[in-house]
């Protein structure tokens, strides 16, 4: 992308000016490298946010931005509750996919000569792999009980930890879910999808702490040289998609209806406060329900095979983010003010990195702000950020949620075999289970940017600053 699009702010800010139906900036925060590398639509996806009712101080993109549908993916968009809308492409159609990374009390040496037998015994304990069913079976009142209750339906229902609650962002339950909005289409396809991983770049990870940036937040968020962590990245599997899937029709419909000027067909949107906008918020919310309880369960049966193969280990959750969400949270819309203003959030892509002393992370974390969690591809680093003050004044409190895809999943496959990159990470010392071999191919690590990069680029703008860098040593995928 050509770099003499944007005004330089800074090394890592750069603003998108307003010109035709903008009604505020664009702003991507990355360094030039990054920008330079980005497809055009990242651009143009940013400027058309910029359009929509009620956007509040500017269409905001991340490092690891990339096309998406109407909003970029690292995309970031507040919209003011009385004039503002609610769109699926703001959120994505797996509402509520996000990471969570369990500590434990183990370290490299002793789970290294174990890690064949760890994955092999995850893999089939964990279900992974497209239209996979669990082996939980829910009534329609159960299915209504988990899109109102979300993880903490898991944890009544002995499949997760009480402690785990309050790791959780929004504790794993977020309000306003309203079941009866979710329509018997997406109902019928949860069929016993409750606690699987599913397929696409989702995975469950055994990773190490390879290098510590900061040892009072490492400290704090309990983190140790060479200790062993798993991350399990997850989503609303078919239910979330089928939401997204309804309401797309749904909102082009009331975008026609509200005579909203539409740039982008996927853009489609309602008002927050018309019945298609509210409707579409309560089904959105019962996603990220779903999604809360889906990794829960996991999380629940990791420990399972964890306790068999290590009878002393001792898992916790440090903590667990969304990126594909909207909702409701007070910022500063105006530098010019002290005063915050409720706003509907959608974070496409986009994960929150909530400042030190926020009500809404977990006391324990009060001191440093929200741990911040950033999956690399298949076979690179993930790291551990935590949120900052500067967050909440510049980009309503939004990290970047990842590497951010560099090639599409098609073209990946054209330059990788998943059987030869199995090898490949093997030699590396990473072990593989994967369900496709296709799906191997598809999240090849060329067919991402460099994580490094975009990591740097977070943490040299101020937006979350490094923790811990993780390197895995095993991954189970779909």
Known sequence: MEISKFKKINNYEWDIQKSGEMRVPGRIFASQKLIEEMDDKVFEQTSNVACLPGIQ????AMADAHWGYGFPIGGVG???LEEGIVSVGGVGFDGGCGVRTIKTNLFLDEVKPKIKLLCDSLFNHVPVGLGIRGKIMLNNRQVNEVLTNGARWAVENNYGDQKDLQFLEDKGEISGAIPKNVSQIAIQREKNQIGTLGSGNHY????????????????IFGLEKNQIVASIHCGSRALGHQIGTDYLKVLAEASRKYKIPIREKELVCAPINSNEGQKYYSAMCCALNYAYANREVITHL???????????????????????????????????????KKVLVHRKGATRAFGPGHNLIPKKYSAVGQPVIIGGSMGTESYILHGTNFAMKNCFGSSCHGAGRAMSRHAAKKIEQGSHLILELLKKGIYVRARSLSGVAEEAPEAYKDVNNVVNS????????????????????G
């Not at 983010?321 to 002290?338: G, L, R």
């Not at 977070?458 to 995928?477: Q, R, T």
Request: aromatic letters at 8%; zero cysteines.
């Open 302 to 340: 990791t420990r399972e095979i964890f306790d068999k193969i290590f009878p002393q280990n001792k898992l916790e959750t440090l903590y667990e983010v969304s990126h594909n969400s909207a909702k409701i949270e007070e910022h500063f819309v105006d530098n010019k003010s002290n005063k915050k």
């Open 204 to 219: 469950l990870e055994i990773q190490y702490v390879d290098e510590i940036y900061d040892e009072k937040a490492a400290k």
């Open 458 to 477: 977070m943490h040299d703008s101020g937006i979350a600053l490094k923790v811990v860098k993780l390197k895995p040593i095993g991954n189970i995928k």
């Open 78 to 80: 507040a919209f003011d």
């Open 57 to 60: 101080k500017a269409s905001i």
